[in-house]
């Protein structure tokens, strides 16, 4: 069995966001999902040549769902209470979801909080283990300028993304760099 490959990365930040043209779901998504989404759309060329059912998604959220939970939180003493629309975006997997939906994906979805430096050996084990033939990797960094300062960190917004298929055995510089500990 080849071994899988990466056959193509992306990266984009917050200021990508303005110019996207998504349709109107996309604007309801909480920034990760937005980031997520937008890191894989030039990827759609590549889910025609594996089924669909046979494409999994592996999502690595650095701060998980945070920067939507305390938003989310925020909004209890507004009048009206909190979005029931924002309610859904306080899973950290819920990027997952919307990439599926968009791309009418079927296969399976995992989702990591933390580091990334697991998510090209996990996207290569469902290939090896023949659970799917290609996985739509991100790795999300969102960490809002409020939720920053609570937890001391920089704030951040930028998904990294590449798709992995079964092919000849590569070792690039997918251009994920871990954001060093603010002091």
């Known amino acids: 069995m080849p071994n899988p490959s990466v056959t193509n990365t992306n ?3 917050s200021a990508d966001i303005a110019a996207a043209r998504l349709g109107p779901r996309f604007g309801r998504m909480d920034l990760a999902s937005q980031l997520a989404l937008l ?3 030039p990827f759609v060329e590549y889910f025609d040549s594996v089924p669909r059912e046979r ?3 592996c999502l690595v ?3 998980g769902s945070l920067s939507t939970d305390a938003e989310y939180w925020k909004g209890r003493d507004a009048a009206g209470g909190p979005s029931p629309t924002l309610f859904t975006y306080t899973l950290p997997s819920a990027a997952i979801g919307e990439i599926a939906i968009r791309h009418r994906l079927t296969g399976p979805g995992l989702c990591f909080v933390g580091g ?3 998510l090209l050996a996990e996207a290569s084990d469902l290939i090896k283990r023949g659970e799917a033939d290609g996985c739509v990797c991100v790795f999300a960094n969102v960490i809002s300028p409020a939720l920053a300062e609570m937890i001391s960190a920089a704030a951040a917004a930028t998904a990294h993304a590449f ?4 092919g000849e055995p590569t070792a690039p ?3 994920i760099a871990e954001p060093a500990p603010r002091s």
């Open 11 to 13: 990266t984009v930040t």
């Open 39 to 41: 890191a894989v759309e």
């Open 55 to 57: 494409i999994a998604i």
């Open 61 to 63: 959220a650095r701060a």
């Open 116 to 118: 990334s430096d697991e």
């Open 163 to 166: 798709f992995v298929r079964r």
């Open 173 to 175: 510089n997918l251009g």
